[in-house]
Each structure stands twice: as C-alpha cells, then as structure tokens.
C-alpha cells in the first residue's frame, strides 16, 4: 500500500491549494480515506474524511465551509480542495486511510497507511 500526497506549497491568506493523494497497492472502493495535518509543536488533527463506499464526506470544525474533499476512484487518488486559507492552515498535511467505512470523523489511530505528507505554508 502507497500513499503519495502532492499539491502543497506557499500561499497568501484568502488563496486556495489542491492537494492530491495517489493511491496504489489495494481495492479502492472500500476504504475510508482521510486527511490530517500537523503544525510545528502541535498534534495531528484530523481535517477531512471520505467514504468511497458511499461518498460520504466528514470535515472538522475549523474547516467546515473552506475544504472540500473529493475522489476520483478510476484515478484513485483523492483531493482536498482548500480556499479561503488562513495562516493557521499552515502545517504538514497528510493522506491516510483505513481498510473500513466509517459514520463520521475517526482519529489517527484508527488509520492503516498514511503518506509522507506535504508542507502548506499560509502567509498573511
């Protein structure tokens, strides 16, 4: 199982990013894919989740409205589409996923595989 994650980099507050995540190595259709990040001297949190049984998406508080996430199951990668940036968005973001179909939003111990991330650096 691999996880590629692509599309971070700088960008001015109010700007947008889309990152990728490439999957390879298992059946993709069902899992439940989600996307953390993690901040200098904080813990990882979790940002975003989909089900691609269903295409039943989670998001957290803090980026409900901003974020989108989406797959493409025939290119089985999956996307996290962030506008609205704001410098508290600047962290390492990372792609993960989990062998099962979850209800709502799971924390990182639950997760099987995770990328090795990609830097977003939000500046004001």
């Known amino acids: 199982v691999q996880l590629v994650e692509s599309g971070g980099g700088l960008v001015q507050a109010g700007g947008s990013l889309k990152l990728s995540c490439a999957a390879s190595g298992f059946t993709f259709d069902e899992n439940t894919f989600g996307w953390f990040r993690q901040a200098p001297g904080k813990e990882r949190e979790a940002v975003s989740c989909i089900s691609n049984s269903d295409g039943s998406t989670y998001y957290a508080d803090s980026v409900k409205g901003r974020f989108t996430i989406s797959s493409d199951n025939a290119k089985n990668t999956v996307f996290l589409q962030m506008d609205s940036l704001k410098p508290e968005d600047t962290a390492v973001y990372y792609c993960?996923?989990?062998?099962?179909?979850?209800?709502?939003?799971?924390?990182?111990?639950?997760?099987?595989?995770w990328g090795q991330g990609t830097q977003v650096t939000v500046f004001s």
């Open positions: 993960a996923t989990l062998r099962a179909v979850v209800s709502g939003m799971v924390g990182r111990d639950e997760y099987d595989y």
